[in-house]
T-cell receptor
Framework: DAKTTQPPSMDCAEGRAANLPCNHSTISGNEYVYWYRQIHSQGPQYIIHGLKNNETNEMASLIITEDRKSSTLILPHATLRDTAVYYC?????????FGKGTMLLVSP | DTAVSQTPKYLVTQMGNDKSIKCEQN?????MYWYKQDSKKFLKIMFS???????INETVPNRFSPKSPDKAHLNLHINSLELGDSAVYFCASSQEVWSGNEQFFGPGTRLTVL
């Protein structure tokens, strides 16, 4: 699976949009981009995934660049409960491989 | 109702003991997994079962033996526990094994080996 690069940490003010970037320059054609998050002491939680089109669900939006080498997870109105480690994972016909992720801290 | 449940939530034991962690999912999924998250917070897959059959074993020591009595359960038995086994163990499930399917994780079992 292609590797991903994420910033180790980010800050966001409550109520503002949180934009979490992810680079995956070696992604191949059949690999999806997945986002999970892990709130402290809990199991990881699925957020969203996509192949090449932008995706939106009740939790977030996923913007994938046209060349698919990078993506951005958008939490439109971050709340304190969104404080977590966010994992960007590129996955084909294989298992999920979690990296270090981005620690997002949402502050009042 | 909890989708993926694990018991116990905490497990403290002595080196050399044998212990089991149980996992159940009520989502009707065909595939279940065990992950280990160590003290550095790296989350790594250990096993995956699809329809009670082992399909992934990520070079886990033989002391770890998963058992799947049915599709809804995947238990993890650990023999001769070592200090390095201390970690949080997460169970997960998904409809299918491969891409396009989200995985649902349990709350985790924190294992401490003294």
């Amino acid at each position: 699976d292609a590797k991903t690069t994420q910033p180790p940490s980010m800050d966001c003010a409550e109520g503002r949009a949180a934009n979490l970037p992810c680079n995956h320059s070696t992604i191949s054609g059949n690999e999806y981009v997945y986002w999970y998050r892990q709130i402290h002491s809990q199991g990881p939680q699925y957020i969203i995934h996509g192949l090449k089109n932008n995706e939106t669900n009740e939790m977030a939006s996923l913007i994938i660049t046209e060349d698919r080498k990078s993506s951005t997870l958008i939490l439109p109105h971050a709340t304190l409960r969104d404080t977590a480690v966010y994992y960007c994972i590129v996955r084909g016909y294989s298992t999920l491989t979690f990296g270090k992720g981005t620690m997002l801290l949402v502050s009042p | 109702d909890t989708a993926v449940s694990q018991t116990p939530k905490y497990l403290v034991t002595q080196m050399g003991n044998d212990k089991s962690i149980k996992c159940e999912q009520n989502l009707g999924h065909d595939t279940m997994y065990w992950y280990k998250q160590d003290s550095k917070k790296f989350l790594k897959i250990m096993f995956s079962y699809n329809n009670k059959e082992l399909i992934i074993n990520e070079t886990v020591p033989n002391r770890f033996s998963p058992k799947s009595p049915d599709k809804a359960h995947l238990n993890l038995h650990i023999n001769s526990l070592e200090l390095g086994d201390s970690a949080v163990y997460f169970c997960a499930s998904s409809q299918e094994v491969w891409s396009g399917n989200e995985q649902f994780f349990g709350p985790g079992t924190r294992l401490t080996v003294l």
